[in-house]
């Protein structure tokens, strides 16, 4: 399974930011899935997770009221929409993926439970 995130850039503080990631490989196969980003010299934080039906997700405490994440038409694509950026969200944000088929209305909390990722894009927020 491959996954590429899109959408990063350089953006002013309060500004907003649509993330996009798409995977593809297994195309039989559906997943849940999950945005998390990485700061330099910070570990990696989990953000947002969808079920594979789309009905239930979770938020970071970070994000939450702020980052709002949602699946789209094509099959196993996500967005994430992050609105009133700060500087402290500069990061690479990268999406993940994990077999949503058995349970379906599930989304995952924790990094260790995906196990497809993609390569991040960078998300600068000046200040």
């Known amino acids: 399974v491959q996954l590429q995130a899109s959408g990063g850039g350089l953006v002013q503080a309060g500004g907003s930011l649509r993330l996009a990631c798409a995977a593809s490989?297994?195309?039989?196969?559906?997943?849940?899935m999950g945005w998390f980003r990485q700061a330099p010299g910070k570990e990696r934080e989990i953000l947002a997770t969808i079920s594979l039906r789309g009905d239930n997700k979770y938020y970071a405490d970070s994000v939450k009221g702020r980052f709002t994440i949602s699946r789209g038409n094509a099959k196993n694509t996500v967005y994430l929409q992050m609105n009133s950026l700060k500087p402290d969200d500069t990061a690479v944000y990268s999406c993940a993926a994990v077999r949503g088929d058995i349970n379906v209305h599930y989304s995952p909390r924790k990094e260790s439970e995906f196990d497809y990722w993609g390569q991040g894009t960078l998300v600068t927020v000046s200040s």
């Open positions: 490989g297994s195309t039989s196969i559906s997943y849940a």
